[in-house]
Structures are given as structure tokens and as C-alpha cells.
């Protein structure tokens, strides 16, 4: 029985790629994924298509179209395609897997020495610069996907009308997300010329890869094509891994329960997330915080700092909050066991659905190849998702360069304004070094989140923060 494992993880495929071979590549690839996922996909790019010559340029933005259209981490998701392709169900689960892994070890530990040393001045101070830090390259991603994606009035307006509902009107994410896809389908069924879309996040510049000079070549591996029988089975084990803990958990704790509350909320952002991390933070930021009371405002700040230094897709910060808000309820348990157990089931939940909308899609989304009102409802989406990006921006800029926020209430609305006296001066001299460092003189996102790090530090231990 062991021989016979042993073959089958060496044997080569017709392409010529061993699976060991590709564990190491993808364990390489997901310690380089800094930067977000345009960083996460472009170093993929360079990797798997420029370097290794794995699938070519139209395959790769093929696929990544794909995952454009999915809800989850679209990095991860192409990991998982691309690991598929090349070594059916199994190299999709350890490219994903291997993709998601570093981060999920990093944000552990961070939550760790957060919980555990938090109040002690230089870990205080560290976090107190990273906020600064994250504001500048949370600007910088409205500013980049902006860029990208309001191409015209119709999508300037999109996102407009995206950032008023979330930030004035407090509409949940979902409802925006489903409005603005139904707008986008329709302009791209009329044919207007609005609508018409990209590609996603784009590749790397230079010469293309053409797929015929590639290890997979131009044909389609005779395990991509569509079978209904295998996409049940796969779809199965992958629903059944992924609801039966949340089953579990209502039925033995109840609903009422933190870690109950905690399965049924991050199921549900695991099929909502589309636009990446940055769209659905505002949502888990508005839920965490507002309904939940599981962390308070700048502790978000705090999660996404984390996310932002380590590497793997930033929607792990959803691994952050789930662990604070067990290790603050935990029960019988003792804190750091409660805390630990949930960040396990929050990553379990969140990153389970991607391997499902992979295995199951995948053979059969091909034929969405060139559709029309598909590429239509992904423009309006992602134009919409600028609104929402820039409502997270502005929510953080509030509650980490002021120490008070209050609500004027009209008409059903609601508008948080900062209270003028309560200006933080020490965060909004470093934030601003930072939007400098990272507009005017291009400074890569290390560096910035290093040197916010160490002047929050400074002025901690100065007393002057």
C-alpha cells in the first residue's frame, strides 16, 4: 500500500511536471505572496508563467477571470485553478493550502503576543505606527483599483452610489454587491458600451508567454473537462467539510454561542466576498465592531497591519477578529485555547468555499468564455467595490486619527464625524509621512509599514503616543 502511494506522488504527468516539484513551487509562491493580491498574482505570474514556463499568458488571465468572478481571495483561488490544471484535485488542495498556510501560522502568532503583550509599550507603539501605515496602503488600493475600474461616468457613478449606501445608508455589503451585478448584467445584455470590461488584475509587463510554448500547451489536461458525476462528488465532500462543523457547533452549543456566532458569520462572508479583503472588511468591520462587540475600532487597524506584514491573502485578518472574539468569550475554556480554537474555525470556514467554487466550476465556467453580460456584471462590481474600498479608508481614517466619533442621525441616515478636539496629532503626522512616503515617492509597502512600525515605537516610548 505504501509503494504504491509512493508511485503515485512521483509519477510525471504527460506536461512533465512532478507533483514534488510542484509543492515546492507553491510553497515558494506562497512565501513571496506580500502586497495584496495584485503583489500575490503578479508574483504568481512571474513564477508559474515567465519562470517556469508552467501555462502560458491567455491561460492564466483565462483562469484568473474565473476567479474574478467568485467570491473569496481571487490569489488563492487562482492558486488552486492552476494547481488543478496541472495535477488534478490534489495539486489544487496543496497549492491552495500551501497558499494559505504561512499566513494563517503568522496571524496566530501575532494574535498571540497581541493578547499576551499588547499593553506593554513597544508592542503598543509598534501597533499604534502600523495604523498609520495601513491607512497610506488602503488609500493606495482605492487609488489603484480606482485607476482600473472607473473608466467612465457610469462607473465613477457606480461608486458613488456604492460608498453613500455603505457609509451614509449602512446597506450591507451583500445588498450592494447583488444591486450593482443585476445593474452591470443588464448594461451588458443592452450591449451598452459602459459595461464592457478588463482583465481583472492584469499580468506582469513584457512579452506573453504564448500557451503552445508552455508545459501545458495549448490543449485542454483530459481531467478539465466537465463531469457531472465528479463535480456532485467533489462539490459533496467539499460542502459537507465545510457545513457539517458549523452544523455541529449550532446543534451542541447553540446559537448563541461565540463560536457558533462565529461559523454561521464568516460561512456567510465566505460567500459574499467578492472585490477581495479590502470590499468586505467595511462589512466585518460594521458587524465585528457594531452588532458583535467582539473588538473594538482600531483593532481592526491592528488585524489588518498583521495581515498586511505576512504573507498570504489579507482576508486572513477575518482569522484576527474571530480569535479576539473567543479569547474574550471563551467559556469554560481558558482564553488563549478559546482564541486559538476559533481562528482554526474561522480560517476553516472562510477558505474551505474557495476550494469548492474552484473544483466545482472550474470544468464547467469555461463556457463563460467571451459572455458578454458575465464580463459586464464583474465591471460594475468591481467599480462598485472603489465605493466601498474608499468607505473603509475614510471609517479607519476616523477612528485612528480621532479619539472620538459621534453619529448625526436624519431622515433614517446615519454620518459618523469626527469630534474636531480629539485629533490624535502623533497619528495623523505619522499617517500623513506615510500617504507621502507611499504617493510621492513610491515607496514599496514593507518598507513603510517597517518604518511606521519603528517611529510608532519611537514616539510610544517618548511618550508622545
Not at 26 to 36: D, K, N
Not at 294 to 302: C, F, Q, T, V
Not at 320 to 336: N, S
Not at 353 to 378: D, H, M, Q, Y
Request: with cysteine; proline share 5%.
Amino acid at each position: 500500500m505504501a509503494d504504491a502511494i509512493l508511485r503515485r506522488s512521483t509519477d510525471v504527468p504527460a506536461h512533465g511536471i512532478s507533483f514534488g516539484e510542484a509543492v515546492k513551487v507553491w510553497a515558494r509562491v506562497a512565501a513571496l505572496s506580500f502586497g495584496g493580491p495584485a503583489g500575490q498574482i503578479a508574483v504568481m505570474h512571474r513564477i508559474v508563467v515567465e519562470e517556469k514556463r508552467w501555462i502560458g499568458e491567455e491561460r492564466f488571465l483565462h483562469a484568473l477571470n474565473y476567479c474574478m468572478l467568485l467570491p473569496g481571495p481571487e490569489a488563492q483561488q487562482l492558486a488552486v485553478y492552476i494547481g488543478w490544471l496541472l495535477h488534478k484535485t490534489r495539486g489544487g488542495l496543496v497549492a491552495g493550502t500551501l497558499f494559505v498556510l504561512p499566513g494563517f501560522l503568522s496571524i496566530l502568532a501575532l494574535s498571540w503576543v497581541y493578547v499576551l503583550l499588547g499593553s506593554v509599550d513597544a508592542v503598543a507603539g509598534l501597533f499604534f505606527g502600523l495604523k498609520s501605515a495601513v491607512l497610506a496602503v488602503v488609500l493606495q488600493a482605492v487609488m489603484r483599483v480606482g485607476s482600473r475600474a472607473l473608466k467612465n461616468r457610469a462607473m465613477v457613478l457606480l461608486a458613488a452610489v456604492a460608498f453613500l449606501a455603505i457609509f451614509v445608508g449602512q446597506v450591507p455589503f451583500p445588498i450592494i454587491v447583488l444591486a450593482v451585478g443585476l445593474i452591470g448584467y443588464a448594461g451588458g445584455k443592452a450591449g451598452h458600451p459602459a459595461f464592457q470590461g478588463g482583465k481583472g488584475h492584469g499580468a506582469a509587463a513584457g512579452k506573453a508567454v504564448p500557451d503552445r510554448e508552455t508545459a501545458l500547451g495549448e490543449e485542454m489536461p483530459a481531467h478539465a473537462h466537465p463531469s457531472l458525476s465528479w463535480s456532485l462528488k467533489v462539490s459533496g465532500v467539499c460542502l459537507a467539510l465545510w457545513l457539517i462543523p458549523v452544523a455541529a457547533l449550532l446543534l451542541w452549543l447553540g446559537p448563541d454561542d461565540v463560536f457558533s456566532r462565529v461559523g454561521v458569520f464568516f460561512s456567510q462572508m465566505a460567500v459574499v466576498t467578492f472585490g477581495g479583503a479590502y470590499a468586505v472588511l467595511a462589512y466585518v468591520a460594521q458587524q465585528a465592531v457594531g452588532t458583535y462587540h467582539w473588538l473594538a475600532p482600531g483593532e481592526m487597524l491592528d488585524g489588518l497591519g498583521m495581515a498586511e506584514t505576512t504573507p498570504g491573502p489579507l482576508i486572513m485578518v477575518l482569522e484576527f477578529v474571530g480569535f479576539l472574539a473567543a479569547f474574550r468569550a471563551p467559556g469554560a475554556l481558558p482564553p488563549l485555547v478559546a482564541g486559538t480554537l476559533a481562528a482554526v474555525l474561522t480560517t476553516w470556514v472562510t477558505f474551505v468555499p474557495c476550494f469548492l467554487w474552484i473544483f466545482l466550476g472550474a470544468p464547467f465556467i469555461e463556457k463563460l468564455r467571451g459572455n458578454r453580460a458575465v464580463s459586464a456584471t464583474l465591471t460594475a462590481i468591481t467599480a462598485a467595490v472603489v465605493g466601498v474600498i474608499l468607505n473603509l479608508a475614510v471609517w479607519f481614517a476616523l477612528h485612528a486619527l480621532f479619539r472620538e466619533v459621534t453619529d448625526l442621525k436624519a431622515f433614517g441616515l446615519v454620518l459618523e464625524v469626527p469630534v474636531p478636539a480629539s485629533v490624535n496629532v502623533a497619528a495623523l503626522a505619522l499617517t500623513a509621512a506615510a500617504v507621502v512616503a507611499v504617493f510621492r515617492f513610491k515607496a514599496g509597502m514593507i518598507p513603510v509599514l517597517a518604518a511606521c512600525s519603528i517611529a510608532g515605537l519611537t514616539l510610544r516610548l517618548a511618550g508622545l503616543a
